[in-house]
């Protein structure tokens, strides 16, 4: 059995977990009023230090985001904090924000001090309405005991955080298209330059981090760089571009499984670990077929490539798109792959924004072509048909402006190519009928 301390649920399950009160009995807020008697700058390198990569699906180093802001900028200079949480499979993040929500907004006011920003909107899924009134609860209970506002703690500081609803949209995840629904408009994320640090909410300067980035943010100034770098893979010191994948990390983890639910884990746990220790195995005695290593717009993995580490370096070497949001789907041996990926080219098509029109015809194009093929229409030569239209779009061909057409595009490529005998089969029996 894999044994692993939880830092970020530590306090989940707890009573009264979600209290000021409780929090700052277990140590809450100390984090900040050490944060608070450091420079900004002196955050940011902290932060950088420790290696942390966003958690919210591109991976990119927070401490180096922080840096992209202009210097010296007037302001004012905004933070906004994904939790919109729509890839399917994902919920971490409404976990820490209904269990353990002020672990999640000291690490805000951290990070609000080390970026200069005066303003935190919380972008919440319309859906989460528990994580809104938890949240609310506890934005309320800083307000009223100085850990928002003015002047914070007495440093001087001054914080204002506000919850945003969004309407539940996919694309809302993307951060321009974040930012353009903040602005009450359409949800089309924008043309990049200018970046969000340059140019963002409000046209400001702008950084947008995920809820559980923000809560290790929380724990690297409470516990220190070298705890957090020991958590985890290390960087590969013959690859440049290796840049580590350094933590705990919360895993996913549903589908086909006996035990669903939310594993606080070191970042490089297989998937094969995490499916028979902390899943208890493929339900029903059956066996994998595929796993979702990351969210259903990272691909598959085969039973083959059961012992990829689940790290930011892993998936990419089992050709998938990354690690994702660490939602790892489990697929049993009896479930069809024309099936799965019917429905995940159903719910592309139905979330992307339309704006580019690579995503919005060939989301559409996908899903009928796997239409026909449900319906006993399907030709052998369809399959170089889906792979065609979808080496066609996203941002890798340079096509479109947000990455969701690469979500929607690789699931298809990376099915096609690990699972085509049995999509020739599929076609073959069903026109015999």
């Not at 985001?65 to 210097?71: S, Y």
């Not at 409404?94 to 000291?106: A, N, T, Y």
């Not at 996913?252 to 670990?273: D, Q």
């Amino acid at each position: 059995m894999i044994t692993f301390e939880p830092v970020l649920l530590r306090r989940v399950g707890l009573p009264d977990s979600a209290s000021l009160a409780t929090y700052q009995a277990d140590g809450g807020y100390a984090a900040l009023r050490r944060a608070l008697g450091m420079e900004p700058a002196q955050v940011i390198e902290l932060v950088k230090r420790s290696g942390l990569r966003g958690r919210g699906g591109a991976g990119f180093p927070c401490g180096m985001k922080w840096t992209f802001l202009p210097k010296g900028h007037p302001g004012p200079i905004y933070l906004c904090v994904n939790g919109d949480e729509s890839e399917p499979g994902t919920f971490n993040n409404r976990i820490l924000m209904e269990e353990d929500p002020h672990q999640v907004l000291e690490g805000i006011l951290i990070a609000g001090h080390a970026i200069r920003a005066r303003t935190a909107y919380i972008y919440l899924r319309y859906e989460y309405g528990r994580s809104y009134r938890t949240l609310q609860r506890a934005i309320d209970e800083c307000y009223a005991n100085n850990l928002a506002g003015k002047n914070i703690l007495g440093s001087g500081f001054d914080m204002d955080i506000f919850l945003h609803r969004g309407a539940g949209a996919y694309i809302c995840g993307e951060e321009t298209g974040l930012i353009e629904s903040l602005e009450g408009k359409r949800a089309w994320p924008r043309i990049k330059p200018p970046f969000p640090a340059v140019e963002g909410l409000f046209r400001k300067p702008t950084i947008v981090n995920n809820i559980e980035t923000l809560a290790c943010v929380t724990q690297i100034l409470d516990r220190g760089v070298d705890w957090f770098r020991s958590i985890g893979v290390a960087a590969d010191v013959n690859n440049p571009r290796d840049l580590g994948s350094y933590g705990p990390k919360l895993y996913c983890l549903s589908g086909h499984v006996n035990r669903p639910g939310c594993y606080e884990l070191p970042l490089g746990v297989t998937a094969r670990r995490l499916i028979d220790q902390c899943g208890g195995g493929v339900r029903n005695g059956r066996r994998v077929k595929a796993v979702v290593p990351g969210g259903i717009s990272m691909g598959f993995l085969s039973e083959a490539e059961l012992d990829t580490p689940l790290d930011f370096n892993g998936p990419l070497q089992a050709g998938c798109l990354g690690l994702g949001t660490a939602a790892v789907i489990v697929i049993d041996d009896q479930t069809s792959m024309v099936d799965v990926l019917y429905n995940c080219c159903r719910f592309f098509s139905h979330e992307s924004c339309g704006q580019c029109t690579p995503c919005r015809e060939g989301t559409a194009w996908m899903t009928k072509i796997l239409e026909r093929i449900r319906a006993g229409r399907g030709e052998p030569s369809d399959l170089d048909l889906l792979l065609e239209v979808a080496g066609s779009m996203g941002i890798l061909p340079g096509t479109t402006i947000c990455g969701l057409s690469d979500g929607a595009a690789w699931p298809v490529k990376n099915a096609i190519h690990k699972f085509r005998p049995e999509f020739e089969q599929y076609i073959r029996s069903k026109r015999k009928k």
